[in-house]
């Protein structure tokens, strides 16, 4: 089974940035997607953020586009999720997860981070 491990996560003012890093021990270009989802205080857990494997196509939650960028490091192995412009309403706590086997079904989750996002 694929071990995901989220690094990244902190206390940053409102207007900062922050940089999640999810290390695999598999090869994270091979799985069919991996996503950053995040689930804050009283809320359901939702999709901030996925990417596909080959040529890599992205998607993002409304709430986050031109803010959020996920990418890939091949080399690195990782799937990183660049937050900028930082808004109190993003703090949560981030998980990390991979689709290995279907495109769109998460088969396997991170411990997740905590973000959080002072005013």
């Known amino acids: 089974q694929v071990q995901l491990v989220e690094s990244g996560g902190g206390l940053v003012q409102a207007g900062g940035s922050l940089r999640l890093s999810c290390a695999a021990s598999?090869?994270?270009?091979?799985?069919?997607?991996v996503g950053w989802f995040r689930q804050g205080p009283g809320k359901q857990r939702e999709l901030v953020a996925s990417i596909t494997s080959g040529s890599p196509s992205t998607n993002y939650a409304d709430s986050v586009k031109g803010r959020f960028t996920i990418f890939r490091d091949n080399v690195k192995n990782t799937v990183n999720l660049q937050m900028n412009k930082l808004k109190p309403e993003d703090t949560a706590v981030y998980y990390c997860a991979a689709a290995t086997r279907v495109l769109g079904l998460y088969d396997s989750w991170g411990q997740g981070t905590q973000v959080t996002v002072s005013s």
């Open positions: 598999g090869r994270v270009f091979s799985f069919n997607a």
